[in-house]
């Protein structure tokens, strides 16, 4: 897909061509119009095309994860809090889980409520072991003054990383 390889752009003018020609709009071409936007900076427009996709289909969590991370780009973060908890109320699957705690994690960080943060990362390990749940456990203990945890847990994601990858190029 060209959205995976980077070409956000292209994705987007592919995306509204085929809306151009009639292709029915739905709450995921929506979804995926507004994180293709996300992506390319472009915010109001990201904000129209999650909210139009909410307004077709309500239970999307991971259409309010993006909110969320939108409201927090903006810094605000009482509004990004409303976004996550009503997706966290949504979340189904272990997928929607660790993007939604991840997201609980940066704004927590970012409310300076790192102990909070730490909840969110424990949660995002126990649903599985993935380097950005590793990572943020560590930039957790970090902010709670607990150095030799953090440097352990960065090495472990860090680790992780490199057999990912490893084993990518096999």
């Known amino acids: 897909r ?21 292709v029915e709009l739905d709450a995921d071409h929506l979804h995926c119009m507004g994180r293709l936007y996300q992506r ?5 427009s990201a904000e129209r095309a999650y909210l139009a996709s909410l307004r ?20 605000q973060p009482d509004l990004a809090d409303k976004w996550l908890m009503q997706g966290m109320a949504l979340a189904g699957t272990p997928k929607e889980e660790d993007l939604l ?13 790192p102990a909070d943060a730490l909840g969110f990362a424990e949660h995002q390990l126990s649903i599985r072991e993935t380097v950005m749940a590793r990572t943020n456990r560590a930039s957790c203990l970090h902010r709670l003054g607990r150095l030799e945890e953090a440097v352990s847990n960065q090495e472990r994601a860090i680790r992780s990383h490199i057999n990912a990858c490893a084993s990518d190029l096999e």
């Open 2 to 22: 060209l959205e995976q390889s980077g070409h956000w752009t292209q994705a987007l003018e592919i995306l509204r061509h085929q809306i151009c020609m009639g």
């Open 40 to 44: 390319l900076g472009v915010l109001a």
């Open 56 to 75: 077709m289909d309500p239970a999307r969590p991971l259409t309010f994860n993006n909110l969320a991370l939108l409201a927090l780009n903006r810094l």
């Open 101 to 113: 705690h991840a997201t609980g994690c940066s704004l927590r960080l970012y409310q300076l409520r």
